[in-house]
C-alpha cells in the first residue's frame, strides 16, 4: 500500500460537518480546507492520509446520519484525488459501517474503526464489538479490498469492562476476528503511546502495527522499532495542537527525522 517500510500517515481532521454543534461552513468550504492540507501534506512528503470528523463534537454513538457520510464521502473523493497518496477514514464515534462504505465509494484503502473486539465505555456511553456486522457489511458491498485498522484500548475511554483482558489479548482477538492492522495509542489524542503497550501487542499480534498518537520528530527514533508505521495529527499542527491548521514546517521536521531514521537502517 505505501511506498515506506515504515509509512507516515497524516491525519486531516475536516472542520465540523453539517448539523453539528459547531458547524458554521459550507461542504464547499470544508472540501476547499481539507484539499488544501492534503495538498501541504503530499508536498512534504508523508505516505498517506487520514480524514477524521473530530470538530464534530460531541460525537453520535455508533453512527451518523447521512449527512454525515455524504459530506464525508466528498470530502474524501477531493483528499484522494488532490494528494494521489493512499488515504484512509475514521468517522466518529464508532460509525466503523459508515467509514467503511465512505472508503468503498471514494476508493480509500482504509477505514480506521473503534470498538472492534470487546467492548469499552467512551464519553458517548458504551461502544460495543462492531467486528461480526462489520466484515459481513464490508463483504456484502463488495468492499473487501478496503483493510479494517482496528484502534485496542482506544484513547478517550475506560477500559474497566475489560481489565482481564489486557491489550495483547485484545490485539490477539481483533487478529482473531479478521482485522487488517491494529492502532495502539495513547490515553487521549497527543499522548504518547505506552513502549509497554506496544511491546505487548506485538507479542500478542502478527498484524501490523499503527502507533496513532503522541508520535514526534524527537520520539521517533525510540518508536521506530516497535510499530510499522506511524498515524499523525496532532504534530503536524500548528503549535501541535490538533485543532489548529497543518504548519508545513512541522511536517517537514518530522519527515527529515523519518528519512534520517529510514537512512540508518538501510
Known sequence: MFDSDKPVIAMIHVGALPGTPASSCSVREIVTQAVAEARIYRDGGVHGIAIENMHDVPYLRGGVGPEITAAMTAIALAVKDASNLPCGIQILAGANHEALAVAHAADLQFARVEGYAFAHVADEGI???SAASLLRYRRAI???RVQVW???KKKHSAHALTADVDIGETAAAVEFMRADAVIVTGAATGHET????????RQHCRLPIYIGSGVSAENLPRYAPLADGFIV?????KDGKWSEPVDPHRVERFMRAHEARSSVTR
Open 127 to 129: 461502544i460495543e464489538s
Open 142 to 144: 463488495g468492499a473487501e
Open 150 to 152: 482496528a484502534d485496542v
Open 194 to 201: 505506552s513502549d509497554a503497550d506496544l511491546t505487548s501487542v
Open 233 to 237: 495529527g496532532s504534530y503536524f499542527k
